[in-house]
């Protein structure tokens, strides 16, 4: 009835899908249609940010939830626009540019002050910190551009949901707000309820957010968005829980990042907090979480969704 | 037939609807309705960098653009929506939201390190250089998620429009394009055309697109568009050459910042270029500029907007 699912096919199709679409709309060629091109030393910085590196998880969880809610549409009968399937495309990258300029500022001097990622220079130490937080700031309003495309093919309720979604994820109810807990947080003793709304806010919020991206991209019954809302949260606080436990278990160079820094800052982590086998266990119940959730959406096909969430608690990096 | 027209009336009237608006708006409270709250550390400095001060030019000509244009929709027998008149006040904190949040990143240490802004401490000198930089960031993003209200009475196609002119407006190839160009051209001659390039990007392209979403809350017609973004576009470069002439006439007091700083850094400007009375007669001139293209707007009442214009060529700070 249903054709076999090969993860590695589907990951690397829409990964290729995804580089080649982050290669060309972060470009100054994209920008060739507007009344101003953006300068090349800018492009440049914020190429090197977004470009050549990245598991690019979130887009890949956009990719998925969008695919299992137009599986669920055909199977209603409904039609699929070709406009919604770039759309997805368009979302997709736009929640890595906002996770792209997160890092970049995140690495900044006066945030980790780290040197190396996805096993490069960062961007301050290559272009500067002030080309750095301009790069960062550019990235983030090119999220935005890229969900509003001026074609009136594409509905206005899809790209205002879009926006809105995306906006909350990325703002102060979300990953900055996340993150501004998290400077607060140093060296002080979190309990697991506030180290968990941290992580929600942090990584969490976008997580979810990529997933009902991909959602708002084609017309999911409320069933199923509610279930996806539930395989997002639990996706995005074992995303979390997994980068704590491999902070202390993988080295630099499969991180392509720092290894150890956590503890060395004194940060509060679910390690820290519950020890390493507890937080190994917490991993493997959110996972089952997002299974359950998936199998309770009443779309026909999560496969790739599934296959996601055991990557993601499977990882090694 | 038309009622006198007070300008000082005007702007009071607006200027307490925008306070009012940003005050309810950036607040822990907005964010309530939402899965997570914003905390309440980070909300402290994004409030410090937008609330109580300011002139809000660019809400101000948010307003005024609106108004006349829905003006013109009575004249028409158009009926203008109370959604409307929402969403431009919601567009005209958007707007100012995107100006605070470049101030910030601007003033920080690694740009260029001021110390006063309107008069008071910069943000990062009062809570440090990381949260200015995320204060900055979540300003960014709340500015988006205000030009999407989850209300279905918010035409979508409003939305989005206003989503993409603030993302162009505020992207590489408008505001941070023109700061990375800025940055690029310390200590080096630019001619007349790359400065007027770069302040389009840096200030002007914020200030058209203030203009232009006005008139996006409303229905104008083509010959109205164009009449405004000839207007924009004039009062953009006009804005420039009249900081550029302050820099160098008014002291730091007036200013509410560090005056004479372009010429310390020894940073290209329009005065330094065309020397101060050429600039006086180049601001002038600019001004004409926008009135004309407002007697062509076919607009029915431009006086806001005329009024606006001689502020902003006539202001001392």
Redesign the interface.
């Known amino acids: 009835m249903t054709e076999p699912f090969d993860l590695n096919h589907w990951c690397a199709h829409h990964l290729q899908r995804v580089e080649q679409a982050l290669d060309t709309w972060v470009s100054v060629d994209a ?1 060739a249609d ?6 090349a ?3 440049v910085a ?1 190429r090197y940010a977004v470009l050549d590196g990245g598991k690019r998880l979130r887009p890949l969880l956009v990719m998925a939830a969008f695919e299992a809610v137009t599986q669920g549409m055909r199977q209603a009968g409904l039609a699929v626009a070709a406009s919604d399937e770039e759309l997805a495309l368009r979302a997709a990258c736009a929640v890595e540019l906002i996770h792209a ?2 890092l970049v ?1 995140d690495d ?4 980790d002050n780290d040197v190396l990622r996805r096993g490069k220079p960062t961007v301050h130490v290559e272009f ?4 750095a ?2 790069a ?3 990235l ?6 890229l ?2 495309p ?1 074609n009136a093919a594409v ?3 899809r ?3 879009l ?2 979604l ?3 994820a ?5 990953m ?2 996340g ?3 998290d ?2 947080s140093v060296g002080r003793a979190l309990s697991e309820d506030q180290l968990r ?1 941290m992580h ?2 942090k990584t969490g ?1 976008l997580l979810q957010a990529s997933v009902m991206m991909g959602a708002a991209c084609g017309d999911a019954t409320a069933q199923a968005r509610q279930a996806l809302q539930t395989y997002g949260a639990a996706m995005g606080l074992a995303f979390q829980v997994v980068d704590d436990i491999l902070d202390v278990t993988a080295d630099s160079a499969t991180l392509g990042k720092t290894a150890g820094k956590d503890q060395a800052q004194d940060k509060p982590t679910y390690v820290s907090l519950m020890g390493l086998e507890p937080a190994r266990r917490y991993a493997q119940t959110l996972f089952q979480q997002a299974l359950v959730a998936l199998a309770a959406s009443g779309l026909p096909d999560t496969r790739a969704l599934q296959g996601l969430a055991s990557l993601l608690v499977q990882r090694s990096s």
Chains 1, 2 share one sequence.
């Open positions: 920008t507007l009344d101003h091109a953006a300068p030393e800018l492009m914020m300029y997160s500022h900044m001097p006066c945030m500067g910190s002030a080309s937080l301009l960062g700031d550019a983030q309003a090119l999220a935005f551009e969900l509003t001026d509905p206005a309720s790209q205002a949901c926006c809105r995306l906006a909350r990325a703002g102060c109810a979300g900055a707000g993150q501004a807990i400077l607060a709304e929600q806010l919020a």
